[in-house]
């Protein structure tokens, strides 16, 4: 999970650039429903949550007209992590594509090396069936040698 730190101004979390939507999402959700609970209520009574809203909005648009990058609008959120989520299953599913494709190649490759390696098993021992029945008697060479001479 991404870690959440307290931001400068005071008035919001802040994540570092590129923490998933959803840590995003589950800090703003806390930041809208804990405003109340932020305020320790032993020194002063607790403010507005419209008040506090109000003052979050402001200072989100005043952030943004900075240039800071806002992300904190819910429905952009879930909208960005429905296309994660996606985005996750496309690839899943294209790897799942991808490992039994490599896996059929890789019994094709198997078999057709099997059967070369029979069709050369075979090719020679024809060879030497061929070699065999070719090795009778040759002209000036016929008959064994018995014993030797001496």
């Known amino acids: 999970m991404a870690v959440l730190k307290w931001a400068s101004t005071g008035l919001g979390w802040s994540l570092r650039r590129g923490d998933m939507c959803e840590a995003r999402l589950q800090q703003h ?11 320790p209520p032993k020194y002063y009574l607790p ?15 005043l952030e943004k007209a900075g240039g800071i990058k806002q ?18 299953k496309k690839s899943q599913r294209e790897w799942k594509a991808r490992v039994k494709t490599v896996r059929n190649e890789m019994l094709e490759r198997q078999t057709k090396r099997r059967e070369n390696l029979e069709a050369r098993m075979t090719k020679s021992k024809a060879k030497a069936a061929r070699a065999k029945a ?12 018995q014993k030797f001479l001496n």
């Not at 403010?47 to 648009?61: G, I, L, R, T, Y």
């Not at 992300?71 to 996750?88: A, P």
């Not at 070719?134 to 040698?145: L, T």
């Open 29 to 39: 959700t806390a930041y809208l429903e804990g405003l109340i609970a932020m305020v």
């Open 71 to 88: 992300r904190d609008d819910q429905k952009l959120l879930k909208r960005m992590l429905k296309r994660k989520e996606r985005s996750k």
């Open 47 to 61: 403010p507005n949550p419209e008040e506090m809203a109000k003052k979050f909005q402001k200072h989100s648009a």
């Open 134 to 145: 070719r090795s009778g008697d040759r002209a000036g060479f016929e008959g064994k040698k």
